[in-house]
C-alpha cells in the first residue's frame, strides 16, 4: 500500500515537471516567435522610414530646383534678356525662358551631377534615387539606415513619427462634389449638364475663411472636410476667358490638366452687369466686414441676405430688357426693406424645383413651357405684387393637371379667376383639397393654353408673384416667371430651412386667420389673399420676421453683446483667430467702383490699431500681377488676382502660342499655393459665350491636387 502510493506520488511529481518542462519549452518558442515577428516590425518600420526619407529628399530636391529656375528666370529678366517670342502681348508672360530651354536642351548630354549644377532636373530621375540612397546609407540623424541594429529607442522613436505623419496625413482638407456638383461637372454629357452659380462659388469661400460657422455654405453642391485644415484660398479670375475658348484648347492646356480634377460649368452673371470680382466682394471677405454687418442686422445671415441681389443670374436665364437709365429704387411706401430681397434667386429656384429655362436636364424637363411674358422689365421695389394660387386633379396621364387658378392685387381683389379643363381625362377630382367636383367640371370649356394667354395679357412686365409653394402652381400653369416670393422659404417656424410649414398654420400663427377649413376643399382666392398679407406683414417689419433662423441668430448676437457689452471682439466668429483674417485683391488697373465701395466700409469697421482688412495691389501688367500673387499668397487667408484675357488672344493665329503661356501662369501660381491650400481658378465669360469655368483643386503635402470624388464614393 506504501509503495504504491509512493509510486503514484513519483509519477504525480514525473507528470508535472514533464508539463512544467513542455510550458517552459511553449513559453521559449512563444517568445522567439514574438521576438521574431518583434524584429519583422522593426524591419518594416525602417524600410518604410528609409522609403519616407527619399520622399522627403525627393521634395526638397525639387524644391530646390524650382528655387533655381525662378532664380534663373529673375536673373534673366533683370538682365533684359528677352525674346521676341515672350514680349508682353497684353496678357500674361512669365519671363525669358528661350535661355533656360536651350539650357534643358543641352542637359541630356551632361551626367547628372553636372545637370544638377546646372539647376535644373537630371536626365534620368534614377540617379537622383541612388544618390539619396547612398547619402542614407552613410547615416542619419532622424532615420536609422542598418535594419539590423534598430534598437529597441530607435524603434519607439521611429513609431512615434510615423503616427505624428499619420495623423498629419488625415487632417487633410477634401472636397466631394455631391449630385448637384456631378451634374455640373465637365464629364456630364452637355445635353444632361446643369451649371452651378457663382453663389455656390462665394460660398464655398466664405466656408473656406469662416468654417463651420459659416452662414453661406456649399452644401447644395459639395461637402468639404476639415475645413480648419485648409492653410489658405488663391483665386484666379480670368476675365474674357469663356468655356468655348477652354474647351477649343482644352488638349493644350497641359499643366492645368494635370493640376485640375475637378471642372465644372458655372453661370455668369450678364456681361454688362460688371466684373465676377465685384459679385464675389459683395460677400463678407474678412472677419472685420462680417463684425460689421452683424452690428448693422443683427445677424450675419439677414446681412447676407439684404447685400445680395437675388435677379443677378435671373437676368442671364430670362428674356430680361435693360433699360436706358438705371430704375428707381426708393422703397415702397408701405415696406421697411426692399422687397426684391425676397425674391427667390436663379440659384433658390433650382433647388425649389420651380420650372426655368436653364440648359441640360431643367431645359429638356421645361421646353414645353411657355414664359409668362415675352419680354420682362428690370424688377424694382415697387414693382406690384399678385397672389397666385392653383387647383389641381389628377388626370389619366398620371400627374396633377391645372383646374383652377385664381389670382388678386395687393389690394386684395380677385383679378383673374377661372376653371380649367385639363388636357387629359380626370380620373381623380382631388375635391378634399381643390374643391373640384364633377358637376362643377361638366360646362368648363377653357383651355390651359387660353390660361396661358390671358395671364401673359394680364400680368405687367415687372411682375412679382407670391405664394404657397409656387413651383407647384407653375408647373401646373407649364410657365416660367422670373420673379417669384414663396412664402414656404422667407417664412420658417420651425428652425430648420428645409423643413416647410403649411400655408394654413402660417396664417394662423401671424395673420390670426382661420383658413382651409370648409369641408368643400380649399379656396384659391382664400389662399392667394393669405399669401399676400404674410409677405406685406413681413415687409412692414423686418427681413428676421417670421423666419426663426434669422431670428435665433440675432437674439444670440444680442445677448453676447449685452454680457460682454464689446459688439467686435465677442461674434459669430470667437473661434476663428485671436485677429483678423486677410485678404489680398491683386488687379490690373484702378478697381470698379462698386468693388472699391466694399472695401471702404471694410476698412472703417477695422480697429483703429489694426491695418486694412482689405489690401489691395493695383499693378499694370498681368505678369505682375502673377508675381505680387507669388509674392503675398502666403500672407493671407484669401487672395484674389483679376486678370484680363483680350479676346484677340485666342483667334486662330495665336491661340496655340498664348494658350501654352497662360497654361505656364496658372501651373507658375498652383505653385504659391502652400500644403492644403485651396486653388481656384474661374473663366469668366466673354461677349460671345456667356457660359464660364470653374476650376478647384486642394494641394496635397507632396504638391499634387486632392482628387474630389462624389459622396458615398
Known amino acids: 500500500m506504501m509503495w504504491t502510493r509512493t509510486r503514484l506520488a513519483l509519477r504525480s511529481i514525473a507528470r508535472s515537471q514533464s508539463l512544467n518542462g513542455k510550458r517552459s519549452s511553449m513559453k521559449e518558442q512563444l517568445s522567439a516567435k514574438q521576438h521574431e515577428r518583434n524584429e519583422k516590425k522593426k524591419k518594416k518600420l525602417a524600410a518604410l522610414a528609409n522609403l519616407m526619407e527619399l520622399n522627403d529628399r525627393d521634395r526638397l530636391h525639387e524644391a530646390e530646383l524650382a528655387k533655381k529656375r525662378d532664380a ?251 433699360k436706358a437709365t438705371a430704375p428707381p429704387d426708393d422703397l415702397h411706401k408701405d415696406d421697411k426693406f426692399p422687397r426684391t430681397k425676397l425674391l427667390l434667386s436663379a440659384l433658390q429656384m433650382v433647388d425649389e424645383g420651380y420650372p426655368i429655362p436653364l440648359q441640360g436636364e431643367l431645359h429638356a424637363r421645361f421646353q414645353s413651357f411657355k414664359f409668362t411674358k415675352k419680354a420682362y422689365e428690370p424688377v424694382t421695389n415697387r414693382s406690384p405684387m399678385f397672389g397666385v394660387d392653383c387647383e389641381m386633379c389628377q388626370t389619366e396621364a398620371g400627374f396633377n393637371e391645372l383646374t383652377r387658378i385664381s389670382i388678386v392685387n395687393e389690394r386684395y381683389q380677385t383679378v383673374y379667376e377661372t376653371l380649367v379643363m385639363p388636357n387629359n381625362k380626370i380620373t381623380d377630382y382631388l375635391t378634399q383639397y381643390s374643391g373640384i367636383t364633377e358637376e362643377i367640371m361638366k360646362k368648363v370649356t377653357k383651355t390651359l393654353k387660353d390660361v396661358q394667354k390671358e395671364v401673359s395679357e394680364l400680368l405687367p412686365p415687372d411682375a412679382i408673384l407670391v405664394g404657397q409653394s409656387l413651383n407647384s402652381d407653375l408647373n401646373a400653369m407649364r410657365m416660367m416667371h422670373p420673379y417669384v416670393i414663396d412664402t414656404s422659404v422667407c417664412f420658417n417656424i420651425s428652425g430648420v430651412r428645409r423643413r416647410k410649414s403649411k400655408l394654413k398654420h402660417l396664417a394662423k400663427t401671424f395673420l390670426k386667420e382661420i383658413i382651409q377649413e370648409n369641408d368643400d376643399g380649399h379656396d384659391s382666392i382664400e389662399d392667394s389673399r393669405a399669401t399676400l398679407k404674410l409677405v406685406k406683414m413681413k415687409l412692414a417689419n423686418s427681413i428676421e420676421f417670421g423666419d426663426e433662423i434669422l431670428t435665433q441668430q440675432k437674439r444670440l448676437q444680442e445677448l453676447a453683446n449685452a454680457s460682454s457689452g464689446d459688439t467686435i471682439s465677442n461674434n459669430l466668429f470667437a473661434h476663428v483667430a485671436k485677429r483678423d483674417k486677410r485678404t489680398a485683391i491683386v488687379t490690373v488697373g484702378d478697381l470698379q467702383p462698386r468693388l472699391k465701395d466694399v472695401i471702404e466700409k471694410a476698412g472703417e469697421a477695422a480697429p483703429k490699431d489694426n491695418s486694412l482688412a482689405v489690401r489691395v495691389h493695383e499693378v499694370s501688367t498681368s505678369k505682375e500681377a502673377v508675381r505680387k500673387v507669388n509674392e503675398i499668397a502666403l500672407e493671407n487667408a484669401l487672395t484674389i488676382a483679376n486678370l484680363r484675357v483680350p479676346e484677340q488672344d485666342f483667334v486662330l493665329e495665336n491661340a496655340e502660342r498664348n494658350v501654352a503661356k497662360l497654361d505656364k501662369t496658372i501651373d507658375r501660381l498652383w505653385n504659391s499655393v502652400a500644403h492644403n491650400g485651396l486653388f481656384l481658378v474661374l473663366m469668366g465669360g466673354s461677349t460671345e459665350c456667356s457660359k464660364g469655368l470653374a476650376k478647384i483643386a486642394i494641394k496635397r503635402l507632396n504638391g499634387s491636387e486632392q482628387t474630389s470624388a462624389p459622396i458615398g464614393s
Open 72 to 322: 534663373e528666370v529673375a536673373e534673366a529678366q533683370a538682365e533684359g534678356e528677352k525674346s521676341p517670342e515672350d514680349e508682353d502681348d497684353g496678357f500674361i508672360t512669365v519671363g525669358s525662358k528661350r535661355k533656360s530651354r536651350k539650357r534643358n536642351a543641352n542637359r541630356s548630354d551632361q551626367n547628372p551631377e553636372e545637370a544638377e549644377d546646372a539647376g535644373g532636373a537630371p536626365a534620368d530621375s534614377e540617379p537622383v534615387v541612388k544618390k539619396g540612397r547612398k547619402e542614407q546609407a552613410g547615416g542619419g540623424d532622424s532615420l536609422p539606415q542598418e535594419i539590423t541594429s534598430l534598437s529597441e529607442e530607435q524603434y519607439k522613436q521611429l513609431s512615434a513619427e510615423l503616427r505624428r505623419r499619420k495623423r498629419q496625413l488625415e487632417d487633410v482638407p477634401g472636397l466631394r462634389l455631391r449630385e448637384m456638383g456631378q451634374r455640373a461637372s465637365l464629364e456630364t454629357p452637355q445635353q444632361a449638364r446643369t451649371p452651378i452659380f457663382l453663389t455656390d462659388i462665394q460660398n464655398l469661400l466664405m466656408s473656406a475663411l469662416i468654417g463651420q460657422k459659416s452662414p453661406c455654405r456649399p452644401d447644395r453642391w459639395c461637402s468639404v472636410e476639415k475645413w480648419l485644415s485648409l492653410s489658405h484660398s488663391v483665386v484666379v479670375i480670368l476675365e474674357g476667358l469663356s468655356l468655348y475658348h477652354y474647351l477649343s484648347n482644352e488638349s493644350k492646356f497641359e499643366a492645368t490638366n494635370k493640376i485640375f480634377s475637378t471642372k465644372l460649368e458655372m453661370l455668369l452673371p450678364p456681361q454688362d452687369e460688371g466684373q465676377i470680382i465685384d459679385e464675389i466682394a459683395k460677400i463678407p471677405l474678412t472677419n472685420v466686414q462680417a463684425r460689421q454687418l452683424i452690428d448693422e442686422h443683427g445677424s450675419l445671415e439677414s446681412a447676407v441676405e439684404l447685400n445680395k441681389d437675388p435677379t443677378l443670374f435671373v437676368k442671364t436665364i430670362f428674356p430680361i430688357e435693360s
